[in-house]
């Protein structure tokens, strides 16, 4: 299948964007022969920075493939931001289905008419403290089984160092460099024709991140922690912590009263 011509939408926006990201960032990009050709694929990505979307789609954008990023269908539906959404093909995500497999079946959709889907598989930036890839939701997987496309492992890093995570204001000086670094695809050959139970997702999950974790080790030229950040073991985990210490202040308490 011959790739997806650009459009008027998708020109424009790079025309708004690419000025300001050549200017504020310097690119070291790698990788872009795993990129296919033509086809329908996924690529999964690390997000550690509110402007990554942007200089990630900015490297994509080059390689011709252009992505189409999932975004809450809310954004699709009003004003300039709604027809740029629609205009470049943007995937609107229904988060209020209770069918996981129906929230991404415009994802579906867009894999099997030979689109690139570019997904965030944390779902969010990484809160991970060294800014590694943390535990990810299993959309990506469910997409990438149902399909049996190809899915490409990229890692990027140096957006996250000119806006910093949930930070509202850049560190523009000096001039960052965005490093990304695309991998040959994931093999999840041995999930395919499986029931797509949690525990099948969430494993193949667990491969597509180990893909991009060490794309990104290369990157940093460092280790990853050897277990991926969980934000909800971490909430499970601060719950107790909160919950012994308001044990040992009670006990505490109750000593002083009996020795007044």
């Not at 609107?92 to 099997?112: G, H, Q």
């Not at 049996?148 to 523009?172: D, F, H, M, T």
Request: charged share 25%; net charge positive; hydrophobic share 35%.
């Amino acid at each position: 299948m011959p790739r997806r011509r650009i459009g008027f939408w998708y020109r424009f926006a790079a025309v708004l964007c690419k000025p300001p990201l050549v200017v504020l960032i310097k690119r070291d990009w790698r990788g872009m022969e795993h990129i296919p050709a033509d086809g329908g694929f996924i690529t999964a990505v690390n997000h550690n920075s509110h402007a990554d979307p942007f200089a990630y789609a900015h490297y994509q954008y080059n390689t011709g493939r252009v992505p189409r990023f999932l975004a809450k269908s809310g954004l699709f539906k009003k004003g300039f931001v709604g027809a740029a959404m629609r205009g470049t093909g943007q995937i609107p995500v229904y988060r209020e289905t209770t069918d996981a497999l129906s929230a991404f079946r415009a994802a579906i959709e867009a894999v099997e008419r030979g689109e690139c889907v570019a997904f965030y598989p944390e779902g969010t930036i990484t809160r991970d403290p060294g800014q590694w890839p943390m535990t990810a939701k299993t959309g990506a997987a469910r997409v990438a089984l149902t399909t049996k496309c190809p899915v490409i492992p990229v890692a990027q890093w140096g957006a996250n160092e000119l806006l910093p995570p949930y930070a509202k204001k850049p560190n523009l000086r000096p001039r960052k460099t965005h490093h990304v670094l695309a991998g040959p695809p994931v093999d999840l050959s041995r999930f395919y024709d499986k029931e797509l139970t949690p525990d099948l997702l969430k494993e193949a999950t667990e491969v597509i991140m180990a893909a991009i974790t060490r794309q990104l080790e290369e990157i940093r030229g460092e280790k990853a922690p050897a277990t991926p950040y969980d934000p909800r073991r971490e909430r499970i985990e601060q719950r107790r912590r909160t919950h012994e210490q308001r044990q040992v202040q009670e006990k505490a308490e109750q000593e002083e009263e009996q020795g007044t």
